[in-house]
C-alpha cells in the first residue's frame, strides 16, 4: 500500500463523509470535543512531509483508498463513544493471580 492523498477537494470531501464522519475517532459535529488528529494531519500536510499520516492508505487489492484507523461509530444512532476504561496500574488482577499460582 502506498500513501493516500486525495486529487482534488471533492475527492477529499468524499473520502472524508465515507470514513471520518463515521469513525469513533472523530465527531462530525466540528465543534464536538473529540476530533481526529489523524484528519488534522492530513489536511494540513503534504503527502510527501514526514508528518502526513501514515493510516491514510491507497489499497491496492481493494483498489481504493482507506484509513488504517477506521473504527466504525454511529455518531448520530449513538452519541460519542464511551472513553476507555483506565485500570490502574497498581490494581491486582485476579486474572494474573491465578496464572501466576499455575507457575
Known sequence: MKKYQPSNGTEGT???????????????NPEGEKQCEI?????????????YPEEWQYHTELKKPICTAYKFWNW????????????????????????????
Not at 14 to 28: Q, S, V
Not at 39 to 51: E, I, Q, S, T
Request: proline content about 11%.
Open 14 to 28: 468524499a473520502f472524508i463523509e465515507d470514513n471520518c464522519m463515521r469513525c469513533e475517532h472523530c465527531d462530525p
Open 39 to 51: 484528519l488534522a494531519r492530513a489536511l494540513g500536510f503534504d503527502v510527501n512531509d514526514k508528518d
Open 76 to 103: 448520530e444512532a449513538s452519541g460519542p463513544p464511551p472513553e476507555p476504561e483506565i485500570v490502574d496500574p497498581n490494581q491486582i488482577s485476579i486474572f494474573d493471580e491465578i496464572e501466576n499460582l499455575k507457575d
